[in-house]
C-alpha cells in the first residue's frame, strides 16, 4: 500500500472501525442463531428483524447526513454511533424473548449515523484519484476487525454462552468511540448558511443510480438467510462462524484492491462487476445447493462486498454537491434501507412459504434488472 495515498482521517476512522467491527461481529456470526434457536423465532420473524435493523441504518444515515451538513458538524455522529452499538450489545445480553431485541436492534442500527458524515470528511479530505483506496482502506479495516471478531466469537462462545459474550463485545466499540472523539479534528467549514437541497440539485445520472440501487436493495435480503441456509444443508451449528468468517476474510482481502481498481478503471465497471457476483452466488444456490457450493457462495459473497461497499459510497459521493455531500450520501443509505425492511420480510415469507429457493430466484431477477440500468448511468471523471 502506498502511505502517501492514505489521509490521517482515514487511518484514524479505520482503527476505529476495526475496533467496532471486532465487537459487532462477535454476535453477528451468531445472530441468526441466537435468535432461531435461543429465543424461538422463526424465518419470517428472523427477516423482519434484519429488515427493521437495514431499514433503520438507512433513515438514520439519512438524518445524520442532513443534519450534519445543516449544523457543519460531523465528528460528533461517529462516535456516538459507536457508543449506541455497544449499549445495543448489554441489551441483548439481557433479552429473553425475541420481542425485547425490536427496540435494541434498532438502537444498534441506529449507530450507522455515523457513516454519512464519516464518509463525507473522508471525501472531502482525498483527492478523485485517492478516494477508491481511501474508503477500501476503511472497508478492510473494518472487515480485519470482522475477522477478529468472528474468530474470538468462535472460541469464546463455548465457554462464556451468548450472554457473556454479548457483554465482552460491547468493549470495544467504547475503544473506538474514544479514538475518534480524541484524534479527529474538524476543519472549520468555508461557510454555516445552509442553502437547502433541492432535487434539482440531484442530476439525471445520481437519480438513475438510487432507482437501480432500490431495486437491487429489494432483492438483498440479510446475510442471515444465508447461514440459516448452510444450517439447513447439514453444516454444523459450531461450522456455521466458520463460513461467515469465509466471507468476511475475502471482502476485507479485496476491499482495498477494488477500490484501486475503481482508482484506474472507473467506478461503474467494479460497480457491475459487483451486482453480477451476488447474480452468481443466487444461481449457484438455485442449481446446487450443496455444502460445495455453499462455500463457493460465502467465496462469492466476500467478494461482492469487497466490491460493492467502499466504491459504491466513492461513486455516490462523487455523483453529489460537495456542499450537500453527506446529506446526499445519507439519503441515498436512507432509500436503499428503506427497500432493505421489505426485502427481508419478502425473504422470510417466501422462505416459510414456498422454500428456501424462491427468495434466491427473486433476487436474482431483480439485480439483473438493476444491472442493466446501471449500463446507463454516466459517471463523474
Sequence with gaps: MKRKNITRESWIFGWASLLNDFGAEMIYSIWPLFVTTVLKANMTVLGLIDGLGD??????????GYISDRIR?????????????????????????WQHLVPLRILDRAGKIRAAPRDAIIADSTAHNQRGENFGLVRAMDNIGAVIGI????????????????????????????????LIKERKPSSRIYPGMKLADLNKNFRLFLLLSCLFSLGSFSYSFLLIFAKNAGIPPAAIPALYLLFVAIASASSIPFGRLADVSGRKPVLILSMALWALL?????????????????????????????????????????????????????????????????????????????????SFLLTLIAIGILFFVKEKR
Excluded at 78 to 95: C, D
Excluded at 156 to 173: D, M
Excluded at 332 to 354: E, K, N, T
Design 73 to 97: 458538524k460531523r465528528k460528533v455522529f461517529v462516535w456516538l454511533g459507536y457508543i449506541f452499538g455497544s449499549l445495543s450489545r448489554i441489551g441483548y445480553a439481557f433479552s429473553t424473548a
Design 151 to 182: 474468530v474470538a466469537s468462535m472460541a469464546l462462545l463455548g465457554i462464556l454462552g451468548y450472554r457473556k459474550l454479548f457483554l465482552l463485545a460491547s468493549a470495544p466499540s467504547l475503544a473506538g468511540a474514544f479514538l475518534v472523539f480524541k
Design 55 to 64: 431499514a433503520v441504518v438507512s433513515i438514520s444515515q439519512g438524518i445524520s
Design 282 to 362: 443466487c444461481a449457484t444456490l438455485i442449481l446446487s445447493p450443496g455444502i460445495g457450493s455453499l462455500v463457493f457462495a460465502f467465496i462469492l459473497f466476500g467478494l461482492h462486498k469487497g466490491s460493492l461497499d467502499p466504491v459504491r459510497n466513492v461513486f455516490v459521493a462523487e455523483l453529489a454537491p460537495k456542499r450537500f455531500r453527506a446529506s446526499v450520501l445519507g439519503g441515498y443509505q436512507m432509500m436503499i434501507g428503506i427497500f432493505a425492511l421489505p426485502s427481508s420480510v419478502i425473504a422470510g415469507i417466501l422462505w416459510d412459504r414456498s422454500g428456501a429457493m424462491v427468495p434466491f430466484l427473486f
